[in-house]
Structure formats: structure tokens, C-alpha cells
């Protein structure tokens, strides 16, 4: 497979998916601030901290309120990764990739960008903020179902699969970093109603309320929500799941390479630092150090992943 097609399959597959993971963040944060009052004068603010998109943000907004913060992550163009701009250069790099998509899956995701060229600000009046990300989670289960049930596990496959789990590993630990970084309660919450009420809808919007209570019943601890997040080897948007699919999908390039190359070292590294741990030991060293870890260490393997099939000067 050419390097430019790898490229153009990672970049489709990451950036849908990078899509689906802001409008989680911005829809678990939505709601925790209307459920819990925030004591903070910009509860948003944070976001662009954790997103490092501070300086971008203030070249057109005077002040983090939620309109601006709406706006600047779901619809601004001139945002490469807001869920707009992400729609777009996915739906842009599959253009050339009509003989290795589905037409199923194609249609949908052309479908998708034509909706997202009509969003305006108003779409959250009217249908309103819950309405417009419950329908955009749907339009990416959607997608996602068309791409299991009719892409043939070749190539192709793989280098999705690396874009997709590379992104969802580094966002689960970001959505996670949400919760600790400007949620984090005062010391005489820790533990109470709101805390819980927070953690809960964490669960949620990772898809994980269900599971967590067949797991671990319905009382809510940080530690086991901290547990499936990061460390469940068996719920598909765990940090840790992530990373074994990934790794799945990397052999199985690399065993079709010409010539074989030593493995991902950064890979290496995060699945033996997955395999090690326990939400219990994180959390007494420090659960947002070690959150900042993994998404620098995901950073560091996508630029191996780059350098070694992706790049094509």
C-alpha cells in the first residue's frame, strides 16, 4: 500500500473519531455544569488548557463563556480541530480513497459533512445543546457500525483501526483529565453527591455507565470508574482496550511489510506502563501525572507511527 493512501486511512479514521471525542467532552461538560453550578467565574476555560488551544482561541473570542466555547470547538472552521473542522479533513482525505471505502461508508460520511455544512450557532437553540450532541453521537455510532460490518480486515482496516485507537486512548485520558482538572471538588465535596454526580456522567460520556454497574455495581467510586476507564482490558473505550487493538492492528502491518522493522518503542512502553498499573496506585500518586503520561506518550507514538509508514517525502 502506498504511504499517501496509509495516510489518507489514518487521517479519515482519526479525525472522525477526534470528532466524536470533543463532542463527548463538550457534552459531558455541558451537562456536569448544569447539573453542579461551577464555583469558577470561566468553567469553561479549562478546556482550552487541557486542549492547548489557549492562544488560537483568543485570535477571535474575548472571554471563555459558553457561547464562544461552543462555537470555537464545535463549528469554527478557522479551529482545524474543532468537530467541524475534523469532519471536513476527513471527509477531504476520503475523497481519494473511493476503491478501499464501502459505498456504505462513504455515503454516510458525505452524508455527514453536507448536515455539518449547515450548522450555525442557532442549532444550539434550536433543536438545543442535548438534542444536537445526542444526534451527532448517533450520526458516529452510525458510522462506526457501517465500518465494522462492511470494511474487509486487510490493510486498509488496520491503518483505521491505528488512527481510531490511537485517538481514543489519548481522549479518554484527556476526558478524564475534564473531570480532575476543573472539576475536581473542594476537599469537603470529595465523595459527596456532586462529586458522584460528576463521575457518573464521565461514565456516561464515555458509553461506560452500563458496564461500570455490571462490573462494579451502582455505587459510584472513583477508583473503579478510574479502573474500567484506564485499566479494563475488555470495555472498548478503555485506554488500555485501545491500546491492545492497536497494537493488534501495528503487528499485523508490520508483518506485511517488505522488510521487518523493530518494534514501536513509544507502543512498547504504553502497553507495559497499561499492563502494570491499578487505578488504586495511580490515584495515590497522582492520577492527573499520570493521565498526562499517557497522553504524551500516545503523542510520542503517533510520531512514530508517522515517520515509519506514513510519511511520504
Known amino acids: 500500500m502506498l504511504r499517501r493512501i496509509a495516510s489518507h486511512l489514518f487521517w479519515t479514521a482519526r479525525n472522525l473519531e477526534r470528532a466524536e471525542w470533543r463532542a463527548r467532552l463538550l457534552d459531558v461538560n455541558y451537562h456536569l455544569l448544569i447539573e453542579s453550578p461551577p464555583r469558577d467565574a470561566q468553567p469553561w476555560a479549562a478546556l482550552l488548557a487541557i486542549f492547548e488551544e489557549r492562544e488560537l482561541f483568543a485570535q477571535s473570542y474575548p472571554t471563555a463563556d459558553e457561547t464562544s466555547m461552543l462555537n470555537f470547538f464545535a ?47 442557532e442549532v444550539f437553540v434550536s433543536p438545543g445543546v442535548f438534542a444536537f450532541f445526542a444526534e451527532l453521537k448517533n450520526s458516529f455510532y452510525r458510522n462506526s457500525g457501517i465500518r465494522h460490518g462492511t470494511i474487509p480486515r486487510d490493510l486498509a482496516y488496520d ?17 478524564l483529565d475534564v473531570k480532575y482538572h476543573f472539576l475536581l471538588p473542594l476537599l469537603e465535596d470529595v465523595g459527596g453527591p456532586i462529586d458522584m454526580l460528576q463521575w457518573a456522567a464521565v461514565l ?59 518494534p514501536l518503542s513509544r507502543l512498547e512502553d504504553l502497553s507495559a506502563l497499561m499492563r502494570s498499573k491499578r487505578s488504586r496506585e495511580v490515584i495515590k500518586s497522582g492520577l492527573h501525572q499520570f493521565l498526562i503520561q499517557i497522553q504524551d506518550g500516545c503523542a510520542a507514538l503517533g510520531d512514530e507511527v508517522f515517520q515509519r509508514y506514513l510519511k511520504t517525502d
Open 204 to 262: 456516561r460520556s464515555a458509553s461506560g455507565f452500563e458496564a461500570y454497574c455490571k462490573r462494579f455495581g451502582n455505587a459510584i467510586k472513583v477508583e473503579n470508574v478510574v479502573e474500567i476507564l484506564l485499566f479494563d482490558p475488555t470495555f472498548p473505550r478503555s485506554a488500555r482496550f485501545s491500546l491492545a487493538m492497536l497494537e493488534t492492528s501495528l503487528n499485523r502491518i508490520a508483518s506485511l511489510a517488505p522488510e521487518r522493522s523493530p
Open 159 to 175: 491503518f483505521m483501526q491505528v488512527g481510531i485507537m490511537l485517538e481514543r486512548a489519548e481522549d479518554v485520558a484527556r476526558m
Open 75 to 121: 463549528l469554527d472552521t478557522d479551529n482545524p480541530n474543532s468537530i467541524l473542522g475534523c469532519i471536513n479533513t476527513a471527509r477531504n482525505n476520503a475523497i481519494s480513497l473511493r476503491h478501499y471505502l464501502s459505498s456504505e461508508l462513504w455515503l454516510d460520511l458525505n452524508t455527514l459533512y453536507l448536515t455539518a455544512q449547515e450548522w450555525t450557532p
